[in-house]
């Protein structure tokens, strides 16, 4: 392509390091689409004849229709997927070919493709998110009343509901695809007719490939356009926080579906044997799901790196871009996929989970806040009452409500009849009535809210 001002050839290495075909062909069918906005605006300009541009459209859907029916050919000499589709395209239909790089560089194509695939990867993405969402206020319906121990620490805390913390997960995919959308809005400005850095001396209108693209408006800096990788990191971080809360919920089946827990029998199918010992059914989905965060990270790391401190405009480290970012989106297509059939064929064990609630004193504290309430002690003294509670029961082998009211009266006699509507796991859940809070009421209330924001979003 620039063999005017070169006697030799480039040695075997160049070629090696210098290609990216064997990556950048992911984005062939955004190049051909960003070569065909292109080349209707040249024709529109009368930059090009309406014939050359016919030919090159046309010419353009048969390279299409090859890579579709045979994939791309991967010619390192050709470079990367702008130099294999130009030379496929002058295969087909001969010198015409060549006009369809007036007033373009590979430098403003690159960038122009890659905003497209993002903004795919993007809406891909957030589908397969949305679709997690249904799954998680679906099982968070079910289980709006099912007592489990609430953790801190991974500490019997309080008791919350199955559904409450399932709800926890679709609040945090709420706000990754918030981040999504922010990246999406960013995003959607069009570099192409920047040119290789300065913009051209052609007459363009890049409003006009803009919108033929799909994007809001044209980029404003043609410096800007061609080294801006912003739009590549954000989609990245947000990708990166997203498989974050992933691991997170990967990390709860784990523990749950342990057998001291035994919190959650995972399908046939969510879940592998050993080779060795027949009782085996490891949670391998899910551990992979929690892996993965971390491969995540390190691509979102690795175009932090590439970008650090490049001068303006257009650098050859920018064409290690891609693989990061490809390789992110694949691992969180997966994990997304994973966790929605995990959730979606969960067995939960609602009786475990409350045996486990009841034996771990979990309603400590609604005994300190009725001694608070009905018995006027301040908070400090409760807390200091019901330890004394908390040691007599745990001495005794018994629930808090398995206690006698002679025994509870034997810590302190302030204490009457009344204090057993609120140690059992069921009062304290129904009595966190707060906005917000677990009650399974609040629960019922926030799927339904979840559900009327979607719709009215949809
Ligand atoms: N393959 C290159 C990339 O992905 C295309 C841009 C090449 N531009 C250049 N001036 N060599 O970044």
Request: proline share 0%.
């Given at each position: 392509m620039w063999g005017g001002r070169f006697a030799e050839g480039p040695s075997a290495v160049m070629r090696e390091i210098n290609a990216s075909i064997p990556f950048d062909k992911r984005l062939w069918r955004h190049d051909i689409a960003g070569s065909k906005a292109h080349v209707a605006m040249l024709a529109q300009q009368g930059i090009v004849s309406a014939t050359d541009a016919e030919a090159i459209t046309r010419g353009l859907d048969a390279v299409a229709a090859d890579y579709e029916a045979r994939g791309v050919p991967e010619d390192l000499a050709l470079e990367d997927i702008h130099m294999v589709t130009e030379k496929t395209l002058a295969e087909k239909i001969g010198p015409a070919a060549g006009r369809l790089h007036t007033a373009r560089s590979r430098n403003d194509q690159v960038a122009t493709d890659f905003k497209l695939w993002t903004r795919d990867a993007i809406d891909e993405l957030d589908a397969g998110l949305s679709a997690l969402q249904d799954t998680l206020l679906a099982r968070a319906e079910e289980h709006a009343a099912s007592v489990m121990p609430g953790f801190t620490h991974l500490q019997s805390a309080q008791p919350v509901t199955l559904g409450h913390h399932l709800m926890a997960y679709y609040e945090m995919i709420a706000r990754d695809r918030g981040r999504l959308a922010d990246a999406r809005r960013r995003l959607n400005e069009c570099p192409l007719g920047a040119a290789a850095l300065a913009g051209t001396g052609f007459a363009i209108d890049r409003e006009a490939t803009a919108a033929a693209l799909g994007f809001d408006r044209p980029t404003r800096n043609s410096l800007d356009s061609v080294s801006d990788r912003d739009f590549a990191l954000e989609y990245l971080t947000a990708v990166t926080q997203a498989s974050l809360h992933l691991s997170r919920l990967a990390e709860e089946f784990v523990i749950w579906a342990s057998q001291p827990f035994g919190f959650v029998a995972l399908s046939d199918q969510w879940s592998t044997g050993s080779s060795i010992m027949p009782q085996k059914r490891n949670p391998d989905a899910a551990e992979l799901v929690r892996g993965h965060a971390g491969r995540i990270a390190g691509c979102c790391t690795a175009l932090m790196m590439t970008m650090k401190g490049l001068p303006l405009a257009y650098s050859k480290d920018m064409q290690d871009d891609k693989p990061p970012v490809f390789e992110a989106h694949d691992l969180i297509a997966l994990a997304v996929a994973a966790m929605t059939g995990m959730v979606e064929s969960a067995r939960f064990r609602a009786d475990r989970m409350r045996a486990l609630a009841e034996a771990g004193f979990a309603t400590a504290t609604d005994l300190a806040d009725w001694l608070v309430r009905e018995a006027g002690l301040p908070f400090r003294e409760a807390h200091h009452v019901t330890g004394r509670v908390v040691a007599e029961a745990e001495k005794r082998g018994v629930a808090l409500d398995g206690l006698t009211l002679e025994q509870l009266r034997a810590v302190d006699?302030?204490?009457?009849?009344?204090?057993f509507d609120v140690l059992s796991v069921d009062a304290s859940v129904a009595s966190r009535t707060s906005f917000g809070g677990t009650a399974p009421e609040r629960v019922r209330e926030a799927v339904s809210t979840a559900r009327k924001n979607r719709g009215e979003r949809a």
């Open positions: 006699e302030r204490i009457d009849a009344r204090v």
